[in-house]
């Protein structure tokens, strides 16, 4: 049997900004590699909390706030919708 999991986590929209006119899987070497240590950083830390979890993982993948704007089209990367405002709960265009 397989089962899945999903971590999330925050980072500042800014830590991406300079690489915002890239496409995605067509990304510079240098915004893999901050990718690549953000997941290095996870993967270290759930296997601090999680050991017994993380025995069994096999695969991984970690996106991007960059990720997150070219799939879903979320405002600076926002992975949960649009901003709670007032105005957000009034307009009858929702």
Same mark, same amino acid.
């Given at each position: ?9 925050? =980072? ?19 915004? !893999? ?8 950083? =996870?993967?270290?830390? /759930?296997? &601090?909390? =999680?050991? #017994?979890?993380? *025995? $069994?993982? #096999? $695969? $991984? !993948?970690? %996106?991007?706030? /960059? @990720?997150? !704007?070219?799939?879903? *089209?979320? #405002?600076?990367? &926002? =992975? $949960?919708?649009?901003? %709670? @405002? ?5 307009? *009858?265009?929702?």
């Amino acid at each position: 049997m397989k089962q899945t999991g999903e971590v999330v986590t925050f =980072i500042k929209w800014e830590e991406f900004t300079k690489w915002g006119d890239s496409k995605w899987q067509r990304r510079p070497e240098d915004y !893999e590699a901050l990718k690549k240590s953000i997941c290095d950083r =996870i993967i270290v830390e /759930l296997k &601090a909390h =999680i050991p #017994d979890v993380m *025995n $069994y993982l #096999d $695969y $991984y !993948e970690v %996106s991007t706030p /960059l @990720t997150t !704007e070219h799939f879903m *089209n979320g #405002d600076e990367g &926002a =992975i $949960y919708g649009m901003e %709670s @405002t007032i105005e957000r709960y009034t307009t *009858n265009s929702l």
